[in-house]
C-alpha cells in the first residue's frame, strides 16, 4: 500500500505545486455576449399613499435557449452510448467487448436513476460549501414551470432541463472509470463501487466547482458577496471549469488509476500482447465522442448565444489540433503514425478544451489541443510506465494528464490579452478591467489538487470497502476464458 500511495503522491507532484487557500476573486460568467443591466430600484414616490411600482414580471425561458439545452443533453447522451461503449469496446480483447458494453450501459442507467433520486439535489441546491442539501431529493419541489438559472441576469431555462443536461454529465463521468480496470474486474463489484464514489466524489466536487444561486439578486458589491458565500467552495475561489475538466476528467481520472492499483494488474500484463481486438469500433466511437462533445462543452454555457458558439468553435478546432499533435508526435518517436493515435488524440484535444472552452479564443485553442496531443501521448506512455499501472484503456494517461493540463492553461488563455473573455464583474455588468494570469493559474490548480486528493481518497476507501465486502476481482479461469461468458453468458462473435 506505501508504494501505491507514494504513486498517487507522485501524480499529485507531477501536475503542480499548490498549497493552501485565499485569493477570493470574482466569478467568471460563461456568457461573452452584452449581459443586460439589472433592472434599477423602483424610485421613492413623494405622496405617502402613491401606489408602489409594479415588481418585475420573473423571467420566463426562452423557447431557443430550452431547445439548444434539450438537443445538447440528448448529444451528451450519445457520448456515453454509444459513443463511450464503442471507443472502449474497440480497445479490449474480443473476449471482453460486451462486458465492457454492459458496464456502460448499466452504470449509465445506474447513476441516471440516483442522479433523479438525490444526486442532482446534493449537486445543486444550496447546502454547504462542500455539499448540497435535500430540497431536491426525488426531484421533489420541480414542475415543468420551475426554472433553473444561466449565466445572464433574468436568462432561465426550465430545471428539467437542467436537470436532464447535468444528469448526463454524472452518467459519463462514472463510465469513463471502468476503462481503468477492463477485464478483469467484478460487474456486481464495479455497480457497488459506482455507487460509493459516485455518492462521495462525484457530488461534492460537483457541488463545489459547479453550484451557485445565479446573478440575478447581484446589485453591487455587497450581493455578489452574499451570492458568492453560497456557492461551491471552488467556485467561490474563482475556478474556471466550463465544462469539466475537475469535475469530469480529472475526478474520474484519479478514481480510475486508484482502481487499476487495488484490483491489480491483468492475467499476463507485461508479457502477453494485449492489443485492441477492433480499431473499426474505436475510430467510429472517437468520432461520435467528437460529435456528442459539441453538446458536452457548447451546451454549458446554457444559453443558444455567442459563448456557446464560441465554445463550438474552440472544440472544433482544439480537437483537430490534438489529433495532428499527437500523431505528429507518434510519426516522429515511432516512425509511423497510426488510427488508434489519431483517435486517442481525437480524445485527448477533447478532455483538454472542455475546462477551457468558453473562456479561450480559438489560437489559444489550437495551443491547449496541440500540446494535448503530445503531453497526452507520453501520458499513456512514459508517464504509464513510471506509474507501473495496468490502466487497461489509458483513462489516466488520457484524461487525467489531458485533464490537468486543460484547467491549468485555462487560467493562461483566458486572458483578453490572449483572445480570451476574461472574468465577468456582475457588479459592473462588463469584463473585470484586471485579469492575472498568475493568480487565475494558482486558482486553477488549487482546483485540481483538491479534485485529486479528494477523488483519490474516496476512490481508495470504495474500491478497498467493496473488496471486503463482495471482492472486486472475477477469479483467475474466468479471466482467462473472457468476461463476455463468464459474467454474462453470450459472446459478441460466432466462432
Not at 424610485?43 to 408602489?52: N, Y
Not at 441546491?125 to 445572464?152: Q, V, Y
Not at 464583474?425 to 493568480?439: G, H, L, M, P, R
Request: aromatic fraction near 12%; glycine fraction near 12%; hydrophobic fraction near 55%.
Amino acid at each position: 500500500m506505501l508504494t501505491w500511495m507514494k504513486k498517487l503522491i507522485a501524480v499529485g507532484a507531477m501536475s503542480l505545486t499548490v498549497a493552501g487557500t485565499g485569493l477570493t476573486v470574482t466569478q467568471a460568467a460563461y456568457a461573452a455576449d452584452e449581459k443586460p443591466a439589472a433592472a434599477a430600484p423602483a424610485a421613492a414616490t413623494a405622496a405617502a399613499k402613491a401606489p408602489e411600482a409594479p415588481a418585475a414580471p420573473a423571467p420566463t425561458p426562452n423557447k431557443a435557449d430550452t431547445a439548444w439545452v434539450l438537443i445538447c443533453t440528448a448529444l451528451v447522451v450519445l457520448m456515453t452510448l454509444p459513443g463511450l461503449a464503442l471507443f472502449y469496446g474497440g480497445l479490449t480483447r474480443s473476449k471482453n467487448v460486451l462486458s465492457i458494453l454492459m458496464q456502460c450501459m448499466v452504470v449509465f442507467s445506474l447513476i441516471t436513476v440516483l442522479w433523479s433520486i438525490y444526486g442532482y439535489s446534493f449537486a445543486f441546491t444550496e447546502g454547504g460549501a462542500f455539499f448540497g442539501g435535500l430540497d431536491r431529493l426525488f426531484l421533489g419541489g420541480i414542475t415543468p414551470d420551475t426554472n433553473a438559472a444561466t449565466f445572464s441576469k433574468g436568462v432561465v431555462i426550465p430545471e428539467f432541463v437542467f436537470m436532464a443536461f447535468q444528469a448526463a454529465f454524472a452518467t459519463i463521468t462514472c463510465c469513463l472509470i471502468i476503462g481503468s480496470f477492463a477485464e478483469r474486474a467484478k460487474f456486481s463489484a464495479i455497480l457497488l463501487v459506482m455507487v460509493l464514489w459516485f455518492t462521495f466524489s462525484y457530488l461534492p466536487i460537483a457541488h463545489m466547482v459547479w453550484f451557485w444561486p445565479g446573478p440575478d439578486d447581484i446589485k453591487d458589491a455587497a450581493s455578489l458577496e452574499s451570492i458568492t458565500a453560497r456557492a461551491g467552495w471552488l467556485w467561490q475561489k474563482g475556478i474556471l471549469d466550463f465544462a469539466g475538466g475537475t469535475v469530469v476528467h480529472i475526478n474520474a481520472a484519479i478514481a480510475g488509476l486508484v482502481g487499476s492499483y487495488v484490483i491489480g494488474k491483468r492475467i499476463g500484463f507485461g508479457k502477453e500482447a494485449m492489443k485492441p481486438h477492433n480499431l473499426v469500433y474505436t475510430m467510429v466511437g472517437a468520432a461520435l465522442l467528437w460529435f456528442g462533445w459539441f453538446g458536452f462543452n457548447a451546451g454549458s454555457a446554457l444559453e443558444a448565444n455567442g459563448t456557446a458558439a464560441l465554445a463550438f468553435v474552440t472544440t472544433l478546432i482544439a480537437t483537430s489540433a490534438a489529433v495532428l499533435g499527437w500523431t505528429l508526435a507518434e510519426w516522429i518517436t515511432k516512425g509511423k503514425p497510426s488510427m488508434l493515435g489519431a483517435a486517442s488524440g481525437c480524445v485527448a484535444g477533447l478532455v483538454a478544451i472542455t475546462p477551457a472552452a468558453g473562456f479561450v479564443g480559438p489560437m489559444g485553442a489550437i495551443a491547449i489541443g496541440f500540446l494535448a496531443g503530445v503531453i497526452c501521448l507520453w501520458g499513456v506512455s512514459g508517464l504509464k510506465k513510471m506509474l507501473g499501472s495496468d490502466d487497461s484503456l489509458d483513462v489516466f494517461g488520457v484524461h487525467g494528464v489531458g485533464g490537468i493540463l486543460g484547467a491549468l492553461l485555462t487560467g493562461v488563455f483566458a486572458d483578453p490579452a490572449l483572445g480570451g473573455t476574461g472574468i465577468w464583474d456582475y457588479v459592473a455588468n462588463a469584463v473585470a478591467k484586471d485579469y492575472s494570469i498568475t493568480s487565475q493559474v494558482w486558482i486553477q490548480a488549487q482546483g485540481v489538487i483538491t479534485t485529486l486528493i479528494w477523488s483519490g481518497i474516496v476512490s481508495f476507501i470504495a474500491f478497498k470497502l467493496v473488496d471486503l465486502i463482495i471482492g472486486l476481482r472475477v477469479k483467475e479461469e474466468a479471466e482467462r476464458e473472457g468476461l463476455d461468458i463468464t459474467s454474462h453468458g453470450e459472446a459478441a462473435y460466432e466462432s
